[in-house]
């Protein structure tokens, strides 16, 4: 699971990226856009981190980070559509993607926690 998990982090951190190049050249667009790199991008750095932890504390603390970075993600996601500057259809994948890997991040801490 750790190495699909790394791939699909990474291929969802490359999507953004890919996003943020075809957004407009609004100030609106471009304030959102950077934003979303900056959190997009750190979703799978924090869970690589994760898979260096020193104990499970620092495991769950890592995947938290991670699942930070992605809520923050979703948040610029939302106004993005929000303020209609891409269209619905072609974000919506990636909005998708982000609400499986937080389910999954969640699934993955929780199952941590429980062993404690």
Known sequence: MSE?????????????????????????????????????????????????????A???????GSLQELEETIYWLELIEDLQVFPFEKLAPLQREAEELRAILITIAK???SRN
């Open 58 to 64: 620092d495991f769950i603390s890592k995947i938290q």
């Open 111 to 113: 199952k941590v926690k």
């Open 4 to 56: 699909d998990l790394k791939n699909r982090t990474r291929q969802f951190a490359l999507r953004v990226i890919k996003l943020f190049s075809v957004l407009p050249n609004s100030i609106e667009s471009q304030i959102l856009g950077k934003q979303l790199v900056r959190s997009g991008t750190s979703v799978g750095a924090h869970y690589r981190e994760a898979q260096f932890a020193k104990s499970d």
